[in-house]
C-alpha cells in the first residue's frame, strides 16, 4: 500500500484517496472471499463492539460490504474533484487456514488505519477530505478489535488450525460448477460495471440511485453463488490468482479494472447489453440443475436480472430521447 504522509496540495489529498481506494475495493472483495471459504454458524466469537455471540463468516461478510461503502465515499470524492477513479485494486489473497486469512484481514486495517490517522492534513485545507477519513479509520479500528476477538475465539477453541474449503476435486470438468463460476464472474463485473455510473453521476440522483440498486443486487447474487458453490462441495475462486508452494493465493487482478464508457450515453449502451448476456448464462444454467434449492435461487436470480434489462433499457431510451442530458 502506498504510503502518503503529508496532504498539503489537491494533488496529496487525490493521492491519498486513490492509494485508500485501491485498498478498500481489494478487502472488499477480499474478506468476502475469505468469508466463503469457511463453514457458516460454526465458529463464533464473542464481538467486542456487538456485546454478542456473533457467527465469523457472518460478521467477515459485514466487513466487506462496509469497505464497498467506504470505496463508494472515496470514489465519489475523487469525481467530484474532477479526477477518475478506478478499480484498481492492492493484492488479494488467501490462505489455507482460516485463522491466517483472519491474520491477514486484521493486519490490512492496520496498515489502512494507519494510512488514514498518519497522513499530515494541511490545518483547513480539506476539512471534508478530513473528516470522511477520520470517520472511515474508526470503521477500520473496529474491524481490527473484532478480527482480533476471532483469531483468538478460534485459538481458544481448538480451531487455529482448521483449514479452508478446497476446490472441488471435478470443478473443471464439471458443467454445472463451471456455470456458477461464469456466473460469479458476470455478477461481480456488473457490480463494478454499475458502480462505475455510480462514480461518474453521482451529482444526478436519479441515475446514481438505480444503478446503485442493480450494483447492490449483483454483490448480493455473487454472495447467493458463493454459497450454492459451498453447498456443492466447492469453493469461490478468486480470479487470475497463483498459488505459492505454501498454498497461498495471491491476484492483483480480482475484478476487471476498466469498464466500458465515458458518459451517460455510452455507459448505458454498454450495461444493457452486458444484463442481457447475463440473462442468457442464468438461462443456461437453469437448464443444468434438477428442482432443489440450488434450481430456486438461480431462477430467483434470473426473474431479477431480467428486471434489470428492463430498468436499464428504459434508462438508455431516457438518456436518447431528453436533449441536453449528460
Known sequence: MEKIKTVRTEEDAAGLMTAALRHEWAVSFEYVTHAYSMPKGKYLYEDPILKQRTDIRGQTIQIGIDEMYHALQLGIILKQMGRTPGFETDEVARHPRVIDN???????????????????????????????????????????????????ALEASGNAGAACFEPHPEREGREDLQSLHELCR?????????????????????????????????????????????????????????????????????????????????????????????????????????????????????????????????????????????
Open 186 to 326: 458476470l455478477e461481480n463485473s456488473l457490480m463494478h460495471n454499475d458502480l462505475t455510473g455510480v462514480l461518474m453521476f453521482s451529482e444526478h440522483q436519479d441515475l446514481t440511485q438505480r444503478l446503485f440498486k442493480n450494483s447492490i443486487n449483483h454483490m448480493r447474487h455473487w454472495d447467493k453463488l458463493s454459497g450454492l458453490l459451498i453447498k456443492l462441495g466447492d469453493v469461490i475462486a478468486i480470479e487470475n490468482a497463483e498459488k505459492d508452494d505454501a498454498g497461498v493465493e495471491r491476484s492483483r487482478r480480482p475484478m476487471p479494472v476498466e469498464y466500458p464508457g465515458t458518459d451517460r450515453l455510452t455507459i448505458l449502451e454498454n450495461l444493457l447489453p452486458a444484463e442481457r448476456r447475463l440473462v442468457g448464462r442464468y438461462e443456461a444454467a437453469t437448464a443444468l440443475f434438477p428442482e432443489g434449492e440450488v434450481l430456486t435461487q438461480l431462477k430467483l436470480q434470473l426473474a431479477l436480472t431480467r428486471e434489470h434489462v428492463y430498468t436499464q433499457g428504459k434508462l438508455l431510451e431516457d438518456a436518447r430521447r431528453i436533449a441536453g442530458i449528460a
Open 102 to 152: 483472519l491474520k491477514r484481514d486484521k493486519m490490512t486495517e492496520e496498515m489502512v488505519t494507519d494510512l488514514y490517522q498518519s497522513a499530515e492534513m494541511k490545518p483547513g485545507a480539506f476539512p471534508k477530505i478530513e473528516n470522511m477519513v477520520w470517520n472511515i479509520s474508526y470503521d477500520e479500528v473496529r474491524h481490527i478489535a473484532q478480527f482480533q476477538a476471532m483469531i483468538q
